[in-house]
């Protein structure tokens, strides 16, 4: 299986902050890869799919990059809203797997 | 308007079997493939099963192979999922997710709890 590594599980920061949130794959996945927004008691949300492509409706601070094994998804001016979980799906392969997700919190 | 609803969670003996539903509305059902996806209290996400459109292809995660089953109903627009000999760790809450592109997830329902507990 293709294991999916986010290196922060938690990050602090504040309103009006850029930033980044990485995710690394065990092998390529090309760019079969989506990120989500998750918030408590809530399903997920998907905010970008093929490592760059931005969903239907989602604010345009949101954005994502990388190919291969290494991506990012950046937040360009954090919102109160966006405080959340964030996860990283591959799906490269039929077996689908999630990083294990990147809390923002409020610093 | 898209609607993914589960149902079936509960309560159930470590050992014991479960069926969850997930009535799908708003969107012709027929054509896309679904997923089961789990997340453990205060845990990540975990993929646990795809199913195609027409039940041509099925998978399933490790930690589920061989006692879960995952069908689907397309005139009653429905997906299942039958769990059996059921283990402490496969208490979370389950959602299905509709497959938008190439296995990236559009819609996803609100979950369905399922507790695995003497």
């Known amino acids: 299986d293709i294991q999916m590594t986010q290196s922060l599980s938690t990050l602090s920061a504040s309103v009006g902050d850029r930033i980044t949130i990485t995710c690394r794959a065990s092998?390529?996945?090309?760019?079969?890869l989506a990120w989500y927004q998750q918030k408590a008691g809530k399903a997920p949300k998907l905010l970008i799919y093929k490592a760059s492509s931005l969903e239907s409706g989602v604010p345009s601070r949101f954005s994502g990059s990388g190919s291969g094994t290494e991506f990012t998804l950046t937040i360009s001016s954090l919102q109160p809203d966006d405080f959340a979980t964030y996860y990283c799906?591959?799906?490269?392969?039929?077996?689908?797997?999630f990083g294990q997700g990147t809390k923002v919190e409020i610093k | 308007e898209v609607q993914l609803v589960e149902s079936g969670g509960g309560l159930v003996q470590p050992g014991g079997s479960l069926r969850l539903s997930c009535a799908a509305s708003g969107f012709t059902f027929t054509t896309y493939s679904m997923n089961w996806v789990r997340q453990a209290p205060g845990k990540g996400l975990e993929w646990v099963s795809y199913i195609s459109s027409s039940s041509s292809s099925i998978y399933y995660a490790d930690s589920v192979k061989g006692r879960f089953t995952v069908s689907r109903d397309n005139a009653k627009s429905s997906l299942y999922l039958v769990m059996n000999s059921l283990r402490a760790e496969d208490t979370a809450v389950y959602y299905c997710?509709?497959?938008?592109?190439?296995?990236?997830?559009?819609?996803w329902g609100q979950g369905t709890l399922v507790t695995v507990s003497s």
């Open positions: 092998q390529s996945v090309s760019r079969w």
């Open positions: 997710a509709r497959d938008a592109r190439d296995g990236d997830f559009d819609y």
């Open positions: 799906q591959q799906y490269h392969s039929y077996l689908r797997t």
